[in-house]
Nanobody, 125 residues
Framework: QDELQESGGGLVQSGGSLTLSCITS????????MGWFRQTPGKEREFVAS????????IYADSVKGRFTISRDKTRNIGYLQMNHLTPDDTAVYFC??????????????????WGQGTQVAVSS
């Protein structure tokens, strides 16, 4: 069974940067779109960014566009989310996952793997 483990979160000041990592295991993860999501208490998990299996298609939520960069190393089955110019609104638990998206709904994932524990990002003002 595919598994995902996020790391790299922490406490930073507004304007700072963090790089999150998503270590994956399983033989099929590399075949699927990888996505990053985040969740704050009392709110639904929201889409942050995604990268296709080939790496050719990358999509960002409007709230992070121009500040975050998603990438993946398929040879090592690791995904990354480089986050720059962080603001307190970016405070959340960040999760990675892999699944299927469509061109008609590129931010809606199906066939997701079991969620990991996530990594906490806290941005102070």
């Amino acid at each position: 069974q595919d598994e995902l483990q996020e790391s790299g979160g922490g406490l930073v000041q507004s304007g700072g940067s963090l790089t999150l990592s998503c270590i994956t295991s399983g033989s099929t993860i590399s075949l699927y779109t990888m996505g990053w999501f985040r969740q704050t208490p009392g709110k639904e998990r929201e889409f942050v960014a995604s990268i296709s299996a080939s790496g050719d298609t990358i999509i960002y939520a409007d709230s992070v566009k121009g500040r975050f960069t998603i990438s993946r190393d398929k040879t090592r089955n690791i995904g990354y989310l480089q986050m720059n110019h962080l603001t307190p609104d970016d405070t959340a638990v960040y999760f990675c996952n892999a699944g299927v998206t469509t061109s008609a709904a590129p931010t809606r994932f199906t066939h997701l793997r079991p969620w990991g524990q996530g990594t906490q990002v806290a941005v102070s003002s």
